[in-house]
């Protein structure tokens, strides 16, 4: 065999063992794949609406969001709202619980159940399957007046 074939040879077989190894590696995750950017006036617009649209306990008011300037995921805006509202649902659990309210517990009660449909808690894109079970167990300890692990969230996330 002559040095050019077997320079040849050995370009092909370096071709190959260097395709075999990029195709038998696991495809990597680009983070914005799942998600496109979305802009900070975007998201300030989002906020606006999941305003209009989150339910919030009589009485209850929004805490100002703040938008900086930047890229940000889809839904961003609407899961800020989401999480605050479901900061105030669980605080007016714990608030009519302890008031012995009944009719403001038929209230929580039904907003309760429908936070698992809202699209942060709903949608497998914007939360994971560990993070959805935490806030689904909160939600039930809500529901059957179990404050353990409520109020502890409540203190940590929800001033």
């Known amino acids: 065999m002559s040095h050019r074939a077997t320079v040849r040879r050995s370009l092909a077989l370096t071709a190959a063992v260097l395709v075999g190894a990029c195709s038998s590696q696991p ?4 983070p914005d794949a799942m998600t496109a950017p979305v802009p900070a006036i975007e998201i300030r ?3 606006a609406r999941a305003m209009l649209d989150t339910p919030l306990p009589p009485g209850a008011g929004w805490k100002p969001v703040v938008v900086d300037e930047g890229w940000y995921g889809e839904w961003s805006g609407g899961s800020m ?7 105030a649902w669980l605080g007016e659990a714990v608030e009519a619980s302890g008031a012995k309210d009944d009719g403001r517990l038929a209230a929580v009660d039904a907003v309760l159940a429908r936070i698992p449909t809202w699209r942060t808690f709903e949608d497998p894109a914007l939360m994971d399957d560990t ?3 935490f806030v689904l167990g909160l939600i039930d300890d809500a529901a059957h007046r179990d404050f353990d692990a409520v109020g502890p969230y409540l203190l940590a996330n929800c001033r």
């Open 45 to 47: 617009a989002e906020v």
């Open 81 to 87: 709202i989401e999480f605050q509202a479901l900061c």
């Open 27 to 30: 495809p990597q995750v680009d």
């Open 131 to 133: 993070s959805r079970a």
